[in-house]
């Protein structure tokens, strides 16, 4: 059974960083997409970054040059470093994981939540 469990939200003024880590257990599949998603108040939920298993990643425009994403394939755990937060990347941040074959994320984290005050 594949279990994401996240870590490492808070709250912090902005301008400040944030580092958000992923342990994923009961992995069977061998190529797999890794992802951070986040939801705000009365907001759709949003892809944020996306670790792809040969290294590539993808962001969303809005934290393009300020989050990285990246993966401890050792470990099996997905990290987000988030760096001169904003008010608006207040959101519960969930991490997600699909099979390459899977055109949906299949497995979600229970999500933590990151609180940036102005």
């Known amino acids: 059974q594949v279990q994401l469990v996240e870590s490492g939200g808070g709250s912090v003024q902005a301008g400040g960083s944030l580092a958000l880590s992923c342990a994923a257990s009961?992995?069977?599949?061998?190529?797999?997409?890794m992802a951070w998603f986040r939801q705000a108040p009365g907001k759709e939920r949003e892809g944020v970054a996306v670790f792809v298993r040969d290294g590539r990643t993808r962001y969303a425009e809005s934290v393009k040059g300020r989050f990285t994403v990246s993966k401890d394939n050792a470990n099996n755990t997905l990290y987000l470093q988030m760096n001169s937060l904003k008010s608006e990347d207040t959101a519960l941040y969930y991490c997600a994981m699909r099979p390459a074959y899977s055109t949906e994320y299949n497995y979600w984290g229970q999500g933590t939540q990151v609180t940036v005050s102005s």
């Open positions: 009961g992995l069977r599949y061998g190529t797999v997409w």
